[in-house]
């Protein structure tokens, strides 16, 4: 086999079966009847528009875990879930001192919603994870999916549609790839379509850029029928861990 042989198989990575979920039907599925930390549920930036539109992830699992906290470094949205008679600590998840120290107990199931994407060092926060998390637990991650169609098209443009906090983006073998190096083994994986938020102002391009955005995450609904769900922009990994099963 030539060298050049070699590279092309190398770089080719097939891509298990996945489907085509609602994101917040199929994390509240798998928090059912389950002890369950949430780390990022603030979702900072975001958390008064969904919660204006019924779309906070951490509202939904509080109807259905057996128990639920939320850890996230926003202080401030800490603060207003704890006054609103949710359990929260504020703190790095990565740090296994302070989490031992807020006497947060090992759950079944710990959700890393939206949150991967925006850290600098994602290793070091899935290093970190391994202390949240039960034995035969698992590690849910929801991420941006790097090659889905809404930048596709806004590429056409000469446009991105990016978080203005996230420094990188994932596809399903860069993000199972970077796992496991850090004790984590691929269980399952499911793809989502984002809901098309409304654009800051008015005016034609405002319009244009929702009536665009509408059409992409149709056509990628279109092609999750037709079994070809990783056009969808949003990706959801399940693992298990390697060092504490």
């Known amino acids: ?45 975001c958390r008064t528009m969904n919660t204006g539109t019924g779309t906070w992830l951490h509202a939904h699992l509080d109807r259905v875990a057996t128990s639920l906290v939320g850890v996230d470094i926003d202080e401030t949205g800490v603060k207003e879930a704890v006054d609103a008679g949710y359990e929260a600590h504020a703190l790095d998840a990565r740090d296994a001192a302070a989490v031992e120290a807020a006497g947060i107990e090992p759950a079944q199931l710990v959700i890393a919603g939206e949150v991967i994407e925006h850290l600098s060092d994602p290793g070091s926060f899935l290093d970190g994870m391994h202390n949240l ?15 889905g169609l809404i930048n596709v098209f806004a590429s056409l443009g000469n446009k991105e549609i990016n978080h ?46 929702a009536m665009a955005g509408r059409f992409v995450v149709g056509l990628e609904r279109f092609l999750g029928k037709l079994g070809r769900c990783y056009s969808a922009d949003g990706m959801i990994v399940v693992f298990r861990s390697t060092r504490r099963d």
Not at 24 to 37: E, N, P, Q, W
Not at 133 to 147: E, F, S
Request: proline share 6%; net charge neutral; charged share 20%.
């Open 1 to 45: 086999m030539s060298n050049t042989e070699f590279n092309q198989l190398a770089m080719t990575h097939a891509l298990p079966e996945a489907r085509l979920v609602d994101r917040i039907d199929d994390l509240c599925a798998r928090a059912r009847g389950r002890s369950v930390i949430h780390v990022g549920f603030v979702d900072t930036g």
């Open 133 to 147: 998390l039960a034995p035969g637990g698992q590690l849910v991650i929801t991420t941006p999916n790097a090659y």
């Open 164 to 209: 203005p906090d996230h420094v990188v983006m994932f596809t399903w073998r860069t993000l199972t790839n970077l796992a496991s190096r850090y004790g984590w083994e691929h269980v399952e994986t499911r793809m989502y379509v984002p809901a098309v938020k409304p654009f800051e102002g008015g005016g034609l391009s405002a319009r244009v850029l």
